[in-house]
């Protein structure tokens, strides 16, 4: 049976839609449409991709010497450049400092020595990249890594060569259609990112942006060589971080079937939506406790403590709406079990993550089980209700 796929984000914890994946495809099924955010979007992707469950799962253990190469994600920020620095934050508030009994000329270069030796200083230029750049950690390791899996294996036979392409000529070369979900800081609007919306976005690029814990990565500046979303909007220097913010499992996008909707999601290629959805409130089966963060300093482990309550406040906003999505297509969403796992746990152990690997397995299997010769229900939100208010909610997604 073919579905329209969507998959939710959650950080390391999206590592459970690759053993998902593996029992979706041992049962016959296939894919049109993909929908993801955050880590749903690398899924995504690399499903678009022409990823089977067994490569990604070889991707998950890659290692750079003895540690997962998704530690390096949480990269050392880049040296900043002079003018950086002397329009910075920082030096901006430094300026406005004014010390009393100092002379200004003294204390403007004094303003200077610190700002630079901030800069300079490996432990403390996370600092500065979190005032300059919105996040505490660089990454160019993710991008780095996408561009290889873009480029690596074969696709029908011909080598995967992906990486450098914009999503209109990845869609040309694939012919997937694939959405990723985006947060426009700026405008305060939600992206959707695919061939139709953003033809000139780089695939990588898009997939960056909606990966983009806040404050956690470095904010992305919507390039002008990205050129118009939805044809008529400029977001020349618009910052773009994690869809999540704004909805963390937009699946009502596929159900719709209201013209606007379709004129950004395109086409329904399947009458069967199938939502991945990651629940914080299912255990995994055999799961020891996670160890605390290692190998990244007291100041990264508090950062990563600070963007775990900041992520806990932004999932408490978006509840609501995920809440009565979740409800409207139960009977089209799979519960993948993620209890006890962090989003931003990517030193995960080898033993973590084969048993949360496992767990998805274990769900999907149990799922497409009770679902197969079953009739679905028709989407609703009740009698009352029905596809209008499926139609309204994914309406009020796409202003």
Not at 166 to 189: C, E, K, P, R
Not at 276 to 287: C, K, R, S, T, W
Not at 329 to 340: E, H, I, K, Y
Request: glycine share 8%; aromatic share 10%.
């Amino acid at each position: 049976m073919q579905y329209d796929l969507v998959f939710e984000g959650g950080g390391a914890k999206g590592m459970v839609f690759v053993g998902a994946l593996q029992a979706f495809e041992a049962r016959g099924h296939t894919y049109g449409r993909l929908l993801g955010t955050s880590a749903g979007a690398i899924t995504a992707t690399l499903l678009a991709a022409g990823y089977a469950a067994q490569e990604m799962l070889a991707a998950l253990n890659e290692k750079v010497g003895d540690r997962s190469v998704f530690e390096a994600f949480l990269g050392l920020p880049a040296n900043f450049d002079a003018e950086t620095i002397q329009q910075g934050v920082l030096r901006e508030f430094l300026r406005n400092l004014n010390l009393p009994l100092v002379p200004d000329f003294i204390e403007d270069k004094l303003d200077d020595q610190i700002v630079r030796f901030l800069a300079e200083q490996p432990r403390f230029r996370h600092l500065v990249s979190f005032f300059e750049r919105g996040g505490w950690f660089s990454a160019d390791s993710f991008l780095v890594w996408m561009c290889q899996k873009l480029d690596a294996g074969s696709f029908k036979g011909a080598p995967r060569a992906f990486s450098q392409m914009t999503l209109a000529q990845f869609y040309a070369a694939t012919q997937v259609d694939l959405s990723l979900i985006a947060s426009d800081t700026t405008a305060g609007n939600l992206l959707v990112l695919n061939h139709r919306t953003a033809p000139d976005c780089p695939v990588v690029w898009a997939v960056r942006m909606s990966m983009n814990i806040p404050l956690l990565w470095q904010e992305v500046i919507w390039q002008q060589t990205w050129g118009l979303y939805r044809g008529d909007r400029d977001l020349t220097g618009h910052v773009i971080v994690d869809g999540g913010m704004l909805s963390n499992f937009p699946m009502e996008l596929f159900v719709s079937s209201q013209p606007e909707v379709i004129a950004v999601m395109g086409p329904k290629v399947s009458d069967n939506v199938l939502g991945f959805l990651i629940d914080d409130e299912q255990p995994v089966p055999g799961a020891p406790a996670a160890s605390a963060v290692a190998k990244t300093g007291v100041a990264q482990v508090g950062m990563l403590r600070t963007v775990q309550r900041i992520a806990n406040l932004l999932n408490t906003m978006m509840q609501a709406h995920d809440k009565m999505v979740m409800e409207a297509f139960a009977d089209r969403v799979v519960r993948l079990p993620a209890q006890g796992y962090g989003t931003t746990e990517f030193a995960m152990s080898d033993e973590r993550k084969t048993l949360l690997v496992a767990g998805g397995q274990e769900k999907m299997r149990d799922y497409l089980a009770r679902s197969e010769g079953i009739e679905m229900v028709n989407y609703s939100l009740g009698t009352d209700v029905g596809s209008v208010a499926v139609d309204r909610m994914a309406l009020r997604l796409l202003k």
